[in-house]
């Protein structure tokens, strides 16, 4: 291949780039950019790395302990079907994204900042600070989404160049931040790590003021709480139907009982004499890389296995969206996903709890190892709760899958499917 050809070929991406950035705003794309390949893809890798430190080295958390807060940490993407609907229905200041994105800045800002200067902070504290930094990352990542899914109205055509830019802003950013997260904690601790936190959250402050957004009027609130009580009874409609519940249950189910032991595995990698014993940098990169002999085979195969088990989730999922609330119910189910995850990190905690895996003990942990593989296999028993039709098919009744003359568009009154599926997903490959 000539210079030429090779040089054309390099410059595609920037054309693309250049390209989406014209049709779309500057503002758009650099938030895209910022967001979920800073804040979300980089950040919330290297908090994983920095979390599992902290825990252990300043909390001396036993496995067990730290696993359960782990989960504890999640619970604002548990709620962030909320954060969606609050950024739909009830503009700040005449505004629905700008200020979303300010306040999620501003929240991470505060949680960061106040994790690194703290000395000896109370675990309790602590974890609100955790929670906190979630909390930022979570409302971030739904008001971007937000943006993406109104731009994808606006501009079909550039729709899915918009999910690739959003993909690959992920991917690279996470791959980034797994790749230096054992180094950067090495060299200034995890505190360190904390507060360089900070500056990924001040980016998307940044966001909130470069964002080009419609200044609208002021919104009737008393039309806000009428559209919440709304959706409460047509979900709650819907959730009757027995081709919906029963789904929903193998959903919460097979994830449920997909224990999550990774932090026993983390202390086990870090502080066993007889185990593998890795340093800070080594355990950065096997959580980027994921194969590094028979430990890293488990959680490569692990996490295909729970990537495979997803798609047909997703599938399903958006099969029981009833009409007129498709966003909402949507929503609806991705909590109850992320409800089942948050069991399956407390399970886990329980199991190594139980079978006193702690930071010395270790003799039973292949015990939990053996207990978590079975219980995985548990879903096929249960498949009884999907029902058995074509797949091409729709699932709900034909009366539920009519829209009602009269109705708002989706865009203004229903939540994102994209940022429940993009954070879902997330937590996928952090479990």
Known sequence: MNTSKMGLILRKPFYWVKKLSEELHWSFVSAVVLVYGINQGMSLSLIRISTQYYMKDEQKLQPS????YSGIIQLPWVVKPLWGFLT????????????????????????????????????????????????????????????????????????????????????????????????????????????LLSIPSSLVILVGMITREA????????RVSQKFVDAGKAMWMALKCENVWRPCIYMFLSLAVSLHIHEGMFYWYTEAKDGPSFSKEMVGSISSVGAVGSLLGDAAFSQM??????????????????????????????SIDHIGILTASWGGGLLLHAFNVTRTQFDNLWIVVAIRSILRM????????????????????SEMLKSKKGDETLENQNMEMAPLVSSLDQQLVDT
């Open 65 to 68: 302990e730290a696993q359960v």
């Open 88 to 195: 739909d229905t009830l503009p700040i200041f005449g505004y629905r994204r700008r200020p979303y994105f300010a306040l999620g800045g501003f929240i991470g800002v505060v949680a960061m900042l106040s994790l690194s200067i703290n000395q000896n902070l109370h675990l309790a504290s602590a974890l609100l600070c955790l929670m906190g930094g979630s909390a930022g990352a979570a409302i971030a990542d739904v008001t971007i989404d937000a943006c993406v899914t109104e731009n994808s109205i606006n501009h079909p055509s550039l729709a899915s160049d918009m999910q690739s830019l959003c993909g690959l802003s992920s991917s690279v950013g996470q791959l980034i931040g797994y790749a230096i997260s054992g180094f950067l904690v090495q060299l200034i601790g995890s505190k360190g790590v904390f507060g």
């Open 215 to 222: 200044h609208g009027h002021n919104v009737a609130y008393k």
């Open 305 to 334: 296995i729970g990537r495979l088990k997803w798609m047909p989730l997703l599938v399903l999922s958006s099969k029981l969206c009833p009409s007129g609330i498709e966003g909402t119910f949507f929503a609806l189910l991705m």
């Open 378 to 397: 548990l879903p096929v028993c249960i498949l009884f709760l999907i029902p058995s039709s074509d797949p091409n098919a729709a699932i709900l009744p």
